[in-house]
Every structure is written in C-alpha cells, then in structure tokens.
C-alpha cells in the first residue's frame, strides 16, 4: 500500500493543524501510526491507531493536544494537532503496520509515507 502525507504547513503557536494520510489501497487490514522527524530526533513515536480504531497509544508530549483517528472508508487517518507549539516543527510522517506489536517502534511498520512538514511560528 502507498501512503500520502498531506495537511502540513505553517502555523502560529497555539493553532490547529490536521494532517491526513490517505492509501492507494485499503487500510483496514493494518494498524496506523504517526511519528515525526525533529531536529533533536529522528523518528519520534507521536501516535496510534489499531485496526479497530482504538488509539494506541500517543506520545507524553502530546498531553492531549493531539487526537488520531482512521476513516477507513476513505482509507485515510488523521491526526489533528491542536495547541501546536514550536518544539512540534517537525517533518510529520504516517505508516501501516501489519501486527500489532510495539506500534511504538518505527520497526513495526511496514509501508511508510513521504513527509509533510510542520512549521509552527512562536
């Protein structure tokens, strides 16, 4: 399955971005994850989402801000980021994992995306 990134782009402290990442075949047989690429780290774990649409798991910088979620008749999962702050500029990247095992580690994943990238102005 391919994967495209989109949604990315520049925003003040403090507002909402909501990056989408769609398939060009069906997503319900794979559990979804987001990571990130930030100047401190390369594939930052961000967040989850299992085959069932249950969120597994989000990051502890995310403390609540962000929300992910999968339409998977549109085969599409989204990651809304609300009350971005600077530290979230990054090069935000989605991927399909086929067990549900460590989906915390970009190790699982098998199918990733190209990067859309956050900028987020203090």
């Known amino acids: 399955v391919q994967l495209q990134a989109s949604g990315g782009g520049l925003v003040q402290a403090g507002g909402s971005l909501r990056l989408s990442c769609a398939a060009s075949?069906?997503?319900?047989?794979?559990?979804m994850g987001w990571f990130r690429h930030t100047k401190e780290e390369d594939g930052e774990f961000v967040a989850a989402?299992?085959?069932?649409?249950?969120?597994?798991g989000l990051s502890d910088f995310v403390n609540g801000r962000f929300a992910i979620f999968r339409d998977d008749a549109k085969n599409t999962v989204y990651l809304q980021m609300n009350n971005l702050k600077p530290e979230d500029t990054a090069v935000y990247y989605c991927?399909?994992?086929?067990?549900?095992?460590?989906?915390?580690?970009?190790?699982?994943?098998?199918?990733w995306g190209q990067g859309t990238l956050v900028t987020v102005s203090s």
């Open positions: 991927a399909a994992a086929g067990d549900y095992f460590q989906l915390q580690s970009g190790d699982s994943y098998l199918y």
């Open positions: 075949g069906r997503i319900s047989a794979y559990h």
């Open positions: 989402v299992s085959r069932s649409g249950l969120p597994d």
